[in-house]
């Protein structure tokens, strides 16, 4: 099983990054889950527009809200979300896992680094990462969060730059990297 985490600052092409890798193994018959630490956030996140009775997608973000709850959950217990993480990933049958919402150096960096996962970060300039927050359609963003204000100190095996405006670029970059792994 290959297990990879993309991580990197909001806004430097994360998602877009995971939509190549994805496609890439996916064209060489591999069976891809793309699985999130955050998902319990993005699930609690929900709960709270179904109670204010505001309609919202499961994965739209509010860049606020889903940090305060990361800061509640990791003050009761600060390896919540990689425990669920890593029962979820238990249950998982895949030839690829895929993660692409690390942020935390100090307890999910380790954990996944045991797990035998390799690390790419995608950056990318600060104008066009800002550039790029102004595109998306997040119900609220948090342009310098305090959750991935320590990002560098996750070590990376690889780092992509993503400050070019082509996708066709960045996918030739990451297909490099990949066909190296194989």
């Known amino acids: 099983m290959i297990k990879l985490v993309l991580f990197g600052h909001t806004g430097s092409g994360k998602s877009t990054s995971a939509s190549i890798v994805r496609r890439f193994f996916e064209n060489r ?57 890593q029962k979820r990933l238990l249950e998982v049958e895949a030839d690829v896992i895929l993660n692409d919402d690390l942020r935390d150096p100090y307890v999910d960096f380790p954990a996944l680094k045991k797990q035998g996962f390799r690390f790419i970060r995608i950056t990318c300039s600060e104008e066009v990462r800002l550039q790029r927050l102004r595109l998306r359609d997040d119900l609220s963003t948090n342009v ?28 030739a970059k990451l297909f490099t990297v990949l066909e190296g792994w194989l």
């Open 29 to 85: 018959g591999k069976h891809v889950v793309v699985l999130k630490l955050a998902q319990p956030l993005y699930e609690l996140q929900h709960q709270f527009y179904r109670i204010t009775d505001r309609s919202i997608e499961l994965y739209q973000q509010d860049q606020i809200l889903l940090e305060m709850i990361a800061n509640q959950l990791r003050r009761i217990s600060p390896s919540c979300l990689i425990d669920n993480f």
């Open 144 to 171: 310098h969060s305090t959750s991935s204000s320590q990002i560098d100190l996750i070590e990376a095996d690889v780092m992509i730059d993503n400050s070019g405006n082509q996708n066709e670029e960045l996918e």
